[in-house]
């Protein structure tokens, strides 16, 4: 086939749902304009970063390009007059920053096409339509029966997959879509068994499994044709949109926001737990629920897209399921995924934020135990229930399914085996990216407790006692060295004070010291000594070093003086004469 011979071997090595975020460095003013240089940055790692420069005109054709999304974004406004003045610029700066934070953050436009155009053009300066266009031209030139109605543009969130209206020419009203798509990262299959195993999508047969009526895959991509339903997917059915629309106008902004009742609920969850349990059975990989990946035919929710694991796509919710390392299996991705879209069909919109804190009412009290066994941060932490025990709880457990189709879908156990060897690769992937996330959280939580004002209190009180602490032991030294002086010249620091007649004890270390001589009898009745006020007592034990070296810094500290007294002093050396 002319299809399977022409585009180059490889995978996309690069993940398209590995969140940019972008923070303007700097901005320089030329001669009529203003640049912004802005570091992008992919996932958590500053390795993985460059530089961008854009001037305001770039920011307006990017909103210009997101108004079909009917979101209100907050670019600044327009300025023809005194524009380039300094202020002006700093404070414009800070309003393209706080775009740039909403556009990356928002799941559905932070993955759009022109968005990553915008912050990496070199990793996305390929027209992919063109690409597609050229593969189902080279696909039709062997299979002539199909023909391109039109192309379906952007009906879909990926960047690298293409949509296409077909027909067949012996029946031009039966209506089929093609989609086509590059080999993504997580491609772990031989070309000879992803070949294979494309080939056997079409004999799947499976009550909750759509149709597919032709697939195809080479060295680079694959190429999937199933029947069109006018009535869409469990997305269009929950926003009331439009099949056909881009993705950006039909989910981004909902003009009415309403969940589904209680019985489709339960009805379409429990169809689906049972094709996720039946996929898990057959040793087949998916990971890839959402409801933009559920057909509805009547009252039956039909799962799409079996190809893009065996494609080694990324998930719709990869960056969700990425920070928690919990869910490190694809069951474990399959069950956060039904999360996801068990909040959107009783809610009528995705959560703001995951993990959810608290959930509004719901339908059912059942809803609730459910979305919280999956979605919570205990569930993140702790673990979560698997499909089997899903479809116990209360809410499914009492649905009476009414198909009585038989499924069939016969996988070779030679391709079980290869279907095995690429999940477990497919999740080493996702465990060494929750490992780096982890760690980079855990980096950031430390640098920011290190910078918070609480902690720079701390470390200046610290400080200060470290300060005094130092202080006191050179107080220390100083009087311990003092001490020591005195003592080799034969008084020591801590005796008692004594006459100058008087001998000086000896130091004992015992619990008691040899009492002081009494003074002299005085010389003569003409001149008495003075009377001492002193009673001669027992020495003391000597006292601790530690105590005395307190005592002596504290007297030097308190020492003022002004509290000194002047001192008389009658010299009585001269000879007298009588």
Partial sequence: MAFMEKPPAGKVLLDD???LTAQIEASQSLHSHTEYIIRVQRGVSAENSWQIVRRYSDFDLLNNSLQISTLSLPLPPKKLIGNMEREFIAERQKGLQAYLDVITTHHILSNCEVVKKFLDPNSYSVNYTEIALQHVSMFFRSEPKWEVVEPLKDI??????????MKIKNQPKERLVLS????????????????????????????????????????????VIRPFSEKGTLKDLIYKAKPKEPFLKKYCNPKKIQGLELQQIKTYGRQILEVLKFLHEKGFPYGHLHSANVMLDGDTCKLLDLENSLLGLPSFYRSYFS???????????????FGHLLFEMTYGRPPDTIPV??????????????????????????GMPTVSRLLQMPLFSDVLLTN??????????????????????IEKRLTEEQKLFHQHRRLTRAQSHHGSEEEKKKRKILARKKSKRSAYESGEEHSAKYSNSNNSAGSGASSPLTSPSSPTPPSTSGASSIPPAPPPPPLSPAAPPPLRTEVPMQQSPRPDVSTSRGALLSSIQNFQKGTLKQTKTCDYSAPRIS
């Avoid at 879909?156 to 209206?165: D, Q, S």
């Avoid at 070949?195 to 895959?217: D, E, G, N, R, W």
């Avoid at 016969?410 to 690429?422: D, F, G, H, M, R």
């Fill in 357 to 382: 804190e608290s959930f509004a009412p719901a339908p059912s009290v059942f809803v609730v135990s459910v979305l919280e066994s999956i979605l919570t941060c205990e569930a993140m932490k702790n």
């Fill in 156 to 165: 879909g969130w990926r960047i690298r997959k293409k949509y296409f209206l």
């Fill in 323 to 337: 920070q928690f390392r919990k869910i490190n299996t694809l069951e474990g991705v399959d069950v956060h995924c």
């Fill in 404 to 425: 009585s189709e038989k499924p069939q879908f016969k996988v070779p156990t030679k391709l079980k085996e290869a279907l095995k060897i690429s999940k477990e690769c």
């Fill in 17 to 19: 749902t590995v969140p």
């Fill in 180 to 223: 086509w798509a590059d080999l993504g990262p997580d491609k772990y299959l031989s070309d000879k068994d992803l070949q294979y195993a494309v080939k056997l999508l079409s004999s799947c047969s499976h009550p909750y499994i759509y149709k597919v009526t032709f697939a195809i895959a080479n060295e680079s991509s694959a190429l």
